[in-house]
């Protein structure tokens, strides 16, 4: 059997609680995503009417109550009487219009929207700014105050280094050429002084310009390694980021291809007319209907893939849950607001009239969304939760009960039908009045939690060739073709369960077989006996499946079956399997048995 996941959906400010289940952990997981997000658009809802009923009132009581604005005030509540009438006006039209809402729509499940297209939510990490690196200093670039050289350049057209010649020195030759030379020998003098002076301080600026050059070149040395350490830094954090955020756009990306994957594959499950995607397609079409938030929305389904009959559990409205209000009218000298229920026949009218109208609509939604022919026919049963106000307990029934035939039901103009008529015609089961909410048995219900299905136990491993199965003690008898059937039908996911010992010719075990053509519910019957089985027994057996609401019937025995028993079961869903039948299962699972009628019966004690 195929492994179910459930997940618990709760709204604390609605007060709702639902359990979604599947078989598909990812379908399961969308559903339920999507039906806590139309909860929580529910609740939005409801807190901003509160919030501006509020508004409203609050603005009111800070008027100045001027005669003007007194008067402005009974306008204003005027106005809103009459919005609260319209309003009131609008949602009983929408109650009475529930059905024809529903036909103006197409109702098929929209695979591709059902698929996640979000996109990944965390933005792309900026990418990291660096710091500057310094520049590196050059030794003609250094930028200092150089020592001037104190004194200018002995310049030999210099005034000092030209002799005075007197009157002597131009009559005397040898006196003037001895004052040009000392003349001459001052400026080389001074002019050699100046050089080395020169030198002296081009010197000491060059050291001066080294050593400038040296401590900015150091500085540069030190702040380098400190910018590439830092920089390095901002790119590994930054490569870092990039890298998480590639990480989770991937997971991102591959939750959405998984989910999106599990939609896929429970659509090509629908298509193949798989029962649990049928029943899971079913319901995303009901859970996509519209109701008023107060209704409660709940569904159980079935789906009978033998005869695709689709069996639906429907929780219905209770009379409370409708709106009653027909007017609402406002009395300037109380200064109130005085509403207007609608009668107590009216209201009972127009619930009966919305419960026909849900039955009709599911229905119709149902068949309208069937694009793959799943289903032959539908069976609603409407149920609705209340309190008894006998007992004061809460109590659930089901009111009303209809099987619709697809093809039947698809010729009917739902425009213009009376509901109630439209219901009776197709045969449908109701309270007569449905707002007393009196219970009805339902037309058809199965349900794989049946009350008499007790633990199975293992016998087939105490068989051998000389184990006799005419004798075997009849308990026995019945777990063992529970056991065979179980690994007859464990191939395609069945299970099979028995039934308390009864001796009562009742149901002695019961299989659900998934297959998508043969499978469904199917009662067995296990006879233990040494004469032939005559033909009361297989009427017995038709009787059972029909009472059971199964697809099959299946009776096996020790024995054989009179021509009668045959001829009976000629053209019915049963399959009546004898001895050799019988012994040919055991050995194909792997197991060996006699069957020895005359041996039987004289263990049991029988005449021979």
């Given at each position: 059997?195929?492994?179910?996941y ?46 501006e ?6 603005e ?18 005027l106005?809103?009487a ?33 698929k ?6 965390t ?17 003609d ?13 002995p ?7 030209k ?5 002597f020195d ?13 003349a ?21 600026n ?13 500085a ?6 400190k ?18 955020w ?12 998984k ?10 499950d ?81 619930y ?47 009111l ?48 794989r ?6 633990a ?29 059937f179980?690994?007859e039908?464990n ?23 998934p ?12 006879k233990?006996?040494t ?37 009976f ?16 299962l ?22 021979v």
């Amino acid at each position: 059997m195929l492994p179910r996941y459930t997940v618990e959906v709760s709204h604390n400010g609605l007060g709702k609680y639902r359990v979604v289940s599947g078989t598909d952990h990812y379908v399961v997981q969308a559903k339920a995503k999507a039906l806590q997000l139309s909860w929580d658009e529910e609740y939005s809802r409801k807190q901003r009417k509160e919030h501006e009923k509020n508004s409203k009132e609050q603005e009111r009581r800070s008027r100045i109550r001027s005669r003007e604005e007194r008067q402005q005030d009974v306008e204003d509540k005027l106005e809103e009487a009459a919005q609260r009438t319209e309003d009131a006006k609008t949602e009983l039209e929408q109650i009475q219009n529930t059905l024809r809402s529903a036909l103006k729509l197409k109702h098929a499940v929209k695979w591709e929207k059902l698929k996640r297209t979000d996109p990944y939510p965390t933005p792309e990490p900026i990418a990291p700014s660096y710091r500057e690196y310094p520049y590196e200093p050059k030794p003609d670039d250094i930028k200092y105050q150089p020592l001037p050289n104190p004194e200018p350049e002995p310049q030999s057209g210099d005034t000092r280094y030209k002799p005075s010649l007197g009157f002597f020195d131009k009559l005397v030759k040898s006196r003037a050429e001895k004052k040009i030379q000392t003349a001459n020998e001052l400026y080389a003098n001074e002019h050699a002084a100046w050089i080395e002076r020169a030198q002296q301080i081009e010197a000491e600026n060059k050291k001066q310009a080294n050593e400038l050059y040296l401590r900015d070149r150091a500085a540069w040395e030190e702040a380098v390694p400190k910018v590439q350490i830092e920089n390095q830094k901002r790119y590994d954090a930054g490569v870092a980021a990039i890298n998480q955020w590639n990480a989770g756009r991937l997971e991102h990306e591959q939750t959405l291809a998984k989910e999106n994957e599990a939609v896929e594959k429970r659509k090509a499950d629908y298509e193949a007319l798989l029962p649990d995607a049928v029943t899971d397609y079913c319901e995303l079409v009901l859970s996509a209907s519209k109701y008023p938030d107060n209704f409660p929305q709940d569904f159980n389904f079935e789906y009978i893939t033998a005869s695709k009959i689709l069996v639906i559990d429907y929780s219905l409205p209770a009379p409370e849950h409708l709106p009653d209000l027909k007017e609402v009218k406002y009395v300037k000298a109380k200064d109130e607001f005085v509403e207007v229920s609608l009668s107590e026949s009216e209201s009972n009218r127009n619930y009966s009239n919305l419960l026909y109208q849900i039955c009709l609509r599911t229905i119709y939604e149902l068949f309208d969304a069937d694009i793959v022919g799943a289903l032959n026919a539908v069976v609603f049963n409407g149920w609705v939760k209340s309190i008894d106000k006998a007992t004061g307990k809460i109590t659930n029934g089901c009111l009303l009960s209809v099987e619709a035939k697809k093809e039947e039901f698809q010729d009917i103009n739902l425009n213009d039908v009376d509901p109630k008529t439209c219901f009776k015609a197709l045969k449908g089961v109701g309270s007569s009045q449905l707002h007393s909410l009196t219970p009805i048995p339902p037309v058809l219900n199965i349900s794989r939690e049946d009350k008499r299905f007790i633990a199975s136990k293992e016998v087939a491993g105490q068989l051998d060739e000389r184990f006799n199965l005419a004798a075997m003690d009849w308990e026995d008898f019945e777990q063992l073709i529970r056991e065979l059937f179980q690994q007859e039908f464990n191939k395609n996911g069945g299970e099979v369960k028995v039934t308390q010992a009864s001796r009562d010719g009742g149901v002695d075990a019961v299989a659900f077989d998934p297959d998508p053509i043969h499978g469904g519910k199917i009662v067995i019957q296990a006879k233990r006996y040494t004469n032939t089985v005559g033909v009361g027994f297989v009427r017995e057996l038709w009787g059972t499946v029909l009472n059971e609401g199964a697809m099959k019937g299946i009776l096996i025995t020790t024995t054989d079956y009179g021509p009668d028993a045959y001829e009976f079961a000629k053209g019915k869903p049963l399959t009546l399997m004898n001895g050799a039948n019988l012994l040919y299962l055991l050995e194909k699972h792997g197991h060996k048995a006699k069957i020895d009628i005359k041996e039987a019966k004289l263990i049991l004690g029988e005449k021979v």
